[in-house]
């Protein structure tokens, strides 16, 4: 299958046995109070090298400590680091996996006190704080030191580095006009803006060989104004190519930027490749490209296409650690997927919590899984609740050897998600539900539609445990003259399930995630929609980067929102609301939307005092939240029972 991606490469003086890269990602676990790696990281990549990846990069190796990134990311600036580096890489290499790591200075993006960058200007987003110009000969000092950090990650056994000079982080900061006003030798002219980075080149091929292979990773795009743009990067490439470099990694976007640079599932996929694309005409080494791309079918005619030489994923490897060896066996409906929601990857990691991964829960605990014991006796597991926790949960009983019976009280699977996966540009949220169903057929898991958790069901099948995975319903609340006003009154679930029924002009009380899902939704089929937020902020529960795309949707829309907002009555067709300190009144509505809180769904609790199994409760019917929870509790609840 995908003779493309899965054709071998030459690059430098390495050979990857496919076409697939492990990008670098900054996982914020896996070293000790030093930051050196622990068993923790090693036994995160050894899961992925097992599971057929081409190359692998570990992310966020600091090269000095003023520009460590992350508190937890691994150090490469002093040589306390080579010892758990050569264990580490040890264990990698058994499976054929070219393995490397990624050096990096966050400059002013960096999450310490004092932060330094070529210029004292503050990063337009997400990190705070002031920033201080580096001085000239600081400036030579951190190209050695990206030297010495090459040096230690060669003995250190590695196959190869990549200097990541993308994404706003230092060396981003040094070619960017946006970030750059220096006057001496490494700043105005583009001659002078590079050359930070041409000396790093040769620092580090003076220190660690000349035949040591380095990539870089550069945006074709910073996305910002006065940034780096795609004419720079053509103009530099053939330079970094001449200054002996293996590959060139083609990314975009700062921190700030207008595009992203961990897109959410509203950007198409792909969404980078039309950078490396113009690159890869430019030079005769490989290009890698990245960006949104997830299923294996795009990425093998990437390759076919010559639109770039290799391609490179992040997120998926963290959902699937297998994904290389499903697809090459043919059995890509078996890969587990991102589902691009960025809530346990980008935003824990930025609010330095170690990353995770909603789609898989076992992201950081594949050291404490490997010394997992089968379970010493088997049990029948009754589920109630065909939804994402439900049918995570009877999976994982199976693949335990458990005997599993679903019941569903639906017709169908998938639960309040499958209503959710309608709305615009959440259609992959269907992805985790379809691969969720696929694995019950595979398994051979019954599942019992239109049935409803009963007595009779425990008498008849004697299970040992009952798990509810009933999920949660909208709550209505009691607000005055809301339930004598003539408009329609409906939830968000009636507007997913019948929007033909929602009339022209909307209000939906509710500024969390399904509220400004639910606005967005009918926006998108040419409705007036006002929304009202009885909290300070919108759409909490969702990552950063996901609720930045809805909210641009939501402008485009023409969806006006109202935060902080206390609701004084509902009238007739209307409401009378203050906001801001000042009294709104609206009329000439026709309807009001219900998507503030969801109350669990536990009914079937009372029937355990009725029988000898224990019930547990996992997802939206323990406690209504996000999707994390869900799945994470259901794979819990699996192994602990």
Request: glycine share 10%; aromatic share 6%.
């Amino acid at each position: 299958m995908y003779s493309n991606l899965f054709s071998p490469i030459q690059i430098g003086n390495m050979t990857s046995k496919n076409r697939l890269l492990m990008s670098a990602m900054s996982i914020n676990f896996g070293v000790d109070k030093n930051c050196c790696v622990t068993d923790q990281l090693t036994e995160y990549f050894v899961e992925r090298a097992k599971g057929g990846v081409g190359m692998m990069l570990v992310g966020g190796g600091g090269i000095h400590p003023n520009g460590q990134e992350l508190p937890d990311l691994p150090q490469v600036f002093n040589d306390d680091c080579i010892p758990p580096f050569i264990e580490m890489v040890k264990k990698v290499k058994k499976y054929d996996t070219l393995f490397g790591i990624q050096l990096m200075h966050g400059g002013r993006q960096s999450y310490l006190p004092e932060k330094v960058a070529p210029s004292a200007i503050p990063a337009p987003a997400v990190v705070k704080g002031t920033v201080r110009a580096l001085e000239t000969h600081e400036v030579k000092e951190l190209v050695s030191c990206f030297g010495d950090s090459a040096r230690r990650c060669r003995e250190s056994g590695f196959d190869f580095i990549e200097i990541h000079s993308a994404h706003g982080y230092l060396i981003n900061q040094f070619l960017s006009p946006n970030s750059n006003i220096r006057e001496d030798q490494y700043g105005g002219s583009f001659e002078n803006r590079t050359r930070f980075l041409l000396e790093t080149i040769e620092d580090i091929k003076t220190k660690a060989g000349h035949n040591f292979p380095i990539g870089i990773r550069i945006n074709g795009n910073d996305y910002i104004k006065n940034g780096w743009e795609l004419k720079d990067t053509v103009r530099i490439a053939p330079l970094l190519e001449k200054a002996g470099v293996a590959y060139l990694h083609i990314s975009g976007g700062v921190y700030g930027s207008t595009e992203l640079t961990i897109p959410s599932m509203y950007t198409p996929h792909g969404c980078f490749v039309h950078l490396a694309e113009e690159v890869k005409k430019h030079v005769s080494i490989p290009v890698i490209t990245v960006g949104r791309i997830k299923y294996p079918d795009m990425a093998d005619q990437i390759i076919k296409q010559g639109k770039a030489d290799i391609v490179a994923m992040g997120r998926s490897f963290l959902a699937d650690p297998q994904y290389a060896k499903k697809a090459k066996d043919g059995n890509a409906r078996q890969i587990r997927p991102c589902i691009g929601c960025c809530l346990g990857c980008i935003h824990a990691v930025l609010a330095r919590e170690p990353g995770s991964c909603v789609a898989n829960p076992e992201v950081g605990r594949e050291y404490l899984l490997k010394h997992e014991n089968p379970p010493s006796k088997k049990l029948n597991i009754l589920i109630a609740g065909a939804g994402p926790a439900g049918m995570a949960a009877a999976r994982l009983f199976k693949l335990q050897g458990h005997g599993v019976v679903i019941c569903e009280k639906k017709k169908n699977p998938g639960g309040l998600l499958s209503l959710a996966a309608k709305a615009p540009g959440r259609s992959e949220l269907s992805d985790i539900l379809n691969f969720f169903e696929l694995e019950i057929e595979r398994l051979n898991i019954e599942v019992r539609y239109d049935t409803e958790l009963s007595l009779d069901i425990i008498n008849e099948l004697k299970p040992d445990k009952v798990i509810l995975a009933t999920g949660s319903m909208p709550d209505m609340p009691v607000i005055k003259g809301l339930f004598k006003t003539k408009m329609d009154l409906v939830t968000n679930v009636d507007v997913l399930n019948s929007p033909e029924n929602i009339k022209d002009k909307v209000i939906v009380l509710g500024g969390g995630m399904t509220g400004l899902i639910t606005a967005d939704y009918l926006a998108d089929l040419g409705k007036e929609v006002i929304v009202l937020n009885r909290g300070k902020s919108f759409a909490e529960e969702m990552s950063s980067n996901d609720r930045y795309y809805l909210r641009e949707r939501l402008k485009k829309g023409g969806v006006v929102l109202h935060k902080n907002v206390s609701v004084r009555q509902f009238s007739d067709d209307g409401v009378v609301f203050k906001a801001g300190g000042e009294e709104v009144v609206l009329t000439g509505f026709e309807s009001v939307v219900i998507s503030e809180k969801q109350s669990p769904v536990r009914d079937a609790k009372q029937l355990e005092k009725k029988t000898t199994a224990k019930f547990y409760m996992i997802g939206d019917a323990k406690t209504p939240r996000h999707l994390m929870y869900c799945i994470s509790e259901a794979e819990e609840i699996a192994r602990s029972v």
